[in-house]
């Protein structure tokens, strides 16, 4: 590989860190402003961006989980996520607990909101 492609290749990948360090900075400081509207806005434009890893992805969905919309999809992806981590990694780091919070999420809303069967199949109460 020659040191022009290695220079553009770890230019390009600094780039891609800081842009999703200020993203994640934006989502952080945004979490605390009423309606969390700009932090689930954020959030959801890291995980369609980025290649964020898993335990940011999980947490992530399960902070969407409690947005304004697509709650039931986001904590399904949430377990979905831990889930595949402890298969893929085992339990290394915490992992059996992250897939307990992710069902307790997902719990969570099954309890707070009533399901609907759909054309499309099983959503909250709001249709997402």
């Not at 999980?58 to 969407?64: K, S």
């Amino acid at each position: 590989m020659s040191d022009n492609k290695t220079t553009k290749e770890t230019a390009a990948a600094e780039n891609a860190d800081a842009t999703y360090t200020r993203h994640f900075s934006d989502f952080v400081s945004s979490c605390g402003q009423v309606g969390g509207e700009v932090a689930w806005t954020t959030i959801a434009e890291l995980l369609d961006r980025y290649n964020v890893p898993v335990l940011y992805r999980v947490y992530a969905h399960m902070v969407l989980a409690h947005g304004p919309s697509n709650r039931l999809y986001h904590a399904e992806k949430a377990v979905e996520h831990a889930e595949w981590d402890v298969r893929n990694f085992g339990d290394r780091c915490g992992g059996l607990e992250l897939i307990a919070l992710a069902k307790r999420t997902l719990e969570d809303l099954l309890e707070s909101e009533p399901i609907c069967h759909t054309e499309q199949g099983i959503t909250g109460h709001d249709g997402n």
